[in-house]
C-alpha cells in the first residue's frame, strides 16, 4: 500500500532522510519510530506530498508522491503532529469545511460530519469553537478530520506527543478501534510504548535511515527485549546465582553486575514467565532475593543498543511500574 | 470536475471559513472601519481648509475612496501570512483541493471587508458634505470599479504574504508600500503641482487613474485647476484602471499560486 524507495532529502547540509526504503502492507498499522530530528516527520510530509523529496520515490496506494500528488492526495488522509483544526470554527463546522474540501456535496458533507462527531464522541461538543477543545477533545477532532474521505491510507504524525496521559489512551483506543479496521495507517512516535501498543511492524529509524525493522516482538528481542533487576541479600549468594541463571538462559547469557556482587541485570526473553522461572529456582536453591523488578527498554536503551548512542528523546511519557509486564 | 469549477467551489469553501473567522475574532474589523474614519476626517478637515474647503473636500473623497481600497492588500498580506502559519496549511495542502484556493479564498473574502471599509469611507464623505451627483447606475460602475481595484490590490498582498513567510514581515512589507504608491499619485492634489518625474508617475499610477474615474462617475467636480496628469492614461482613466486592476490580478494571481505550489520543495 505504500513502497518507500531510497528517500532522500536534504535540508542545506543536513541530511533528514538518508535513503529510507519501506513497505507496508494493505490494513498494516506501520509504526515509526525513532527520536526526535531522526526523519519521521519528514518522511511524513514526503509521503503526505507537502514536500518534495530530492531524490527517491514514494509510491501510497498505487501512485507516486513526485508523478501525481494530486492522486495521492485522494488516497490520503493525514493527522500532523500538531492539530490542524480551525480553532475559531466549530467541531461540525471543521468537519464539514474539510468534507467540502474533499469534492464531497453538501448534502453529503452534512452528513458525513455528523457521523464523525458520533463516532469519535464528539456530539455534546459539536456546536463549540475548537479553540475552546481539551487536548484530547481537537486530537479526536483531527482524527475525524483525517477519515472524512474513508482514505485508504491514513498518515499519523505523533498523533499523542502534547497529550496527558488520559489523553494518550483515549488517542490509542481511537487509532486502533476507528483507523484500523482495514485502513492502512502509517504511524510516528517516539514512544517505544506507543508503537508497541499499536503496531503490526516498527521500523526504527535515526539519522534519516532505516536502523531496524520488524514487528515488535522481534524488535523487543533484538533490542534486549525485558530484564530481571534482581538484588541479592548478600554477595554469597551470587555464585550460585550465576549458575541458576546460566542453567535457565542458557550459556551465552552474561549478567551484569555491579561491584558490590550484590545487584545483577539479567536479559528476561519472555518477560514475566522468565522473572518466575529464576525466582521459584533462586527460592528452591535457598538464595535470599530482596529485590526483583522486571524492567523495560526505554528508548534510551533501544538506541544505546543499536546505535551506540542515546536518544535525544524525550523522556518516556508513562513511568514504569517496577514489576508491570509487557503486551 | 473541471479545475475552474474545483478552483470556483473550493475557494468559496475557504472563503466561508475566512468569513466565520473574521465574525468570531473580535476587532477584526476595527482596522478596516476606523482606518477610513480617521482619513476622511484628518484630511478634509487638516488639509481641507488650505487646499480649498469644500470643493477639495467634494474632490478628496473619490481619492479617499481608492486609498481606503489600497489597504486591502495589507489585510490579505497579513491575515494570509496567518494562514500559511498555522498548522491548519498542512491539512489544505494535504488535500485533493484546489491549488489556487487558499489564495483566492482569502483575496474573495477580503473583499467583503474591503465592502466595509467602502461603505465606511462613503458615510464619512456624506458627513463631510460630498455627495453622488450621477444616476444610480453609474454610481454603481463607480462601486464596481473601486472593488475590482481592491481586489487586484488582494493579490499584491497575497504575493507579499507569500514572500514574506512571516506575519510580522508580511504586516510592514504590507503597509509600507502603501504610502508613496497612493500619495504620489493624484488621489488627494492636483498632478500638475507635483515636481516634474513624479508628475509621469501619478499620471501613470493606476490609483490615479481608480480616483478620477470614481469622481467622473459619482458626478463630482474637482476644484479649479486641478488635473490628473498627462498622457494616454490620464485621458483614458477608466479604460486604464480597468486595464491595469486586470493585468496586476493576472501577475500576481500567477506569481502568488506558483509560490504556493513552490511551498513544497522548501
Known amino acids: 500500500m505504500i513502497r518507500i524507495d531510497q528517500l532522500r532529502k536534504n535540508y542545506g547540509s543536513f541530511r533528514a532522510l538518508d535513503g529510507i526504503d519501506l513497505q507496508v502492507d494493505q490494513g498494516q498499522i506501520f509504526g515509526l519510530l525513532g527520536p526526535n530530528g531522526a526523519g519521521k516527520t519528514t518522511t511524513v510530509k514526503v509521503l503526505s506530498t507537502l514536500i518534495r523529496p530530492d531524490s527517491g520515490d514514494a509510491i501510497v496506494a498505487g501512485n507516486s508522491v513526485t508523478a501525481d500528488p494530486t492522486a495521492v492526495r485522494r488516497s490520503i488522509g493525514l493527522s500532523g503532529q500538531y492539530a490542524a483544526v480551525d480553532e475559531k470554527l466549530t467541531g461540525y463546522e471543521n468537519l464539514l469545511m474539510v468534507a467540502r474540501l474533499y469534492g464531497m456535496s453538501r448534502t453529503e458533507s452534512r452528513a458525513r460530519a455528523r457521523e464523525l462527531l458520533r463516532e469519535f464522541a464528539l456530539v455534546d461538543v459539536r456546536d463549540k469553537r475548537a479553540g475552546a477543545y481539551s487536548g484530547g477533545m481537537r486530537r479526536r477532532l483531527d482524527l475525524a478530520s483525517a477519515l472524512v474521505y474513508r482514505p485508504p491510507v491514513v498518515i499519523l504524525d505523533e498523533p499523542t506527543t502534547g497529550l496527558d496521559p488520559r489523553g494518550r489512551l483515549d488517542t490509542w483506543d481511537v487509532i486502533s478501534t476507528l483507523v484500523g479496521q482495514g485502513t492502512t495507517v502509517l504511524l510516528t512516535t517516539q514512544y517505544l510504548e506507543e508503537a508497541d501498543q499499536l503496531a503490526d511492524r516498527i521500523a526504527v529509524i535515526d539519522s534519516g535511515r532505516v536502523i531496524a525493522e520488524g514487528t515488535s516482538n522481534e524488535l523487543k528481542v533484538s533490542l534486549g527485549a525485558e530484564r530481571i533487576a534482581l538484588t541479592l541479600a548478600s554477595s554469597e549468594f551470587l555464585a550460585e546465582t550465576l549458575r541458576i541463571i546460566e542453567r535457565i538462559l542458557g550459556g551465552s547469557v552474561t549478567p551484569q553486575r555491579d561491584s558490590t556482587g550484590q545487584r545483577l541485570t539479567v536479559p528476561a526473553p519472555q518477560g514475566q514467565k522468565t522473572l518466575l522461572e529464576v525466582l521459584g529456582a533462586l527460592d528452591r536453591a535457598g538464595v535470599l532475593v530482596t529485590e526483583a523488578a522486571l524492567c523495560r527498554p526505554t528508548l534510551d536503551d533501544v538506541f544505546l543498543e543499536l546505535t551506540g548512542s542515546p536518544a535525544t528523546a524525550e523522556p518516556s511519557p508513562q513511568p514504569q511500574s517496577e514489576v508491570e509486564v509487557g503486551a | ?266
Open chain 2, 1 to 266: 470536475m473541471s479545475t475552474i469549477a474545483s478552483a470556483a467551489r473550493d475557494s468559496s469553501v475557504i472563503a466561508w471559513r475566512n468569513l466565520l473567522n473574521v465574525g468570531r475574532t473580535p476587532g477584526a474589523l476595527v482596522t478596516g472601519v476606523v482606518q477610513p474614519v480617521i482619513f476622511v476626517f484628518l484630511l478634509a478637515f487638516v488639509f481641507g481648509g488650505s487646499l480649498g474647503g469644500a470643493p477639495y473636500r467634494e474632490f478628496l473623497i473619490g481619492g479617499l475612496l481608492a486609498q481606503t481600497l489600497t489597504f486591502n492588500s495589507s489585510f490579505t498580506a497579513v491575515y494570509l501570512a496567518k494562514d500559511l502559519q498555522l498548522g491548519l496549511i498542512d491539512r489544505f495542502r494535504s488535500l485533493p483541493m484546489s491549488r489556487v484556493a487558499v489564495i483566492l479564498g482569502r483575496t474573495t473574502s477580503d473583499l467583503a471587508t474591503g465592502v466595509i471599509s467602502l461603505a465606511v469611507t462613503m458615510v464619512c464623505g456624506l458627513i463631510i458634505g460630498w455627495r453622488i451627483t450621477e444616476g444610480p447606475w453609474s454610481a454603481l460602475l463607480g462601486i464596481l470599479l473601486l472593488l475590482l481595484f481592491g481586489f487586484a490590490m488582494s493579490w499584491i498582498g497575497a504575493f507579499i504574504a507569500l514572500t514574506a513567510r512571516s506575519v510580522e514581515v508580511a504586516q510592514s512589507l504590507g503597509l509600507i508600500w502603501l504610502f508613496p504608491v497612493t500619495f504620489l499619485s493624484g488621489a488627494f492634489v492636483s498632478v500638475d503641482s507635483l515636481p516634474g518625474p513624479l508628475q509621469t508617475i501619478a499620471s501613470w499610477n493606476p490609483v490615479t487613474a481608480v480616483a478620477t474615474s470614481v469622481r467622473e462617475l459619482f458626478g463630482n467636480v474637482s476644484p479649479a485647476g486641478y488635473t490628473s496628469g498627462t498622457g494616454w492614461a490620464a485621458d483614458n482613466p477608466m479604460l486604464y484602471a480597468v486595464i491595469s486592476c486586470v493585468a496586476v490580478i493576472a501577475i500576481f494571481s500567477t506569481v502568488a499560486v506558483s509560490q504556493y505550489r513552490g511551498i513544497s520543495k522548501r
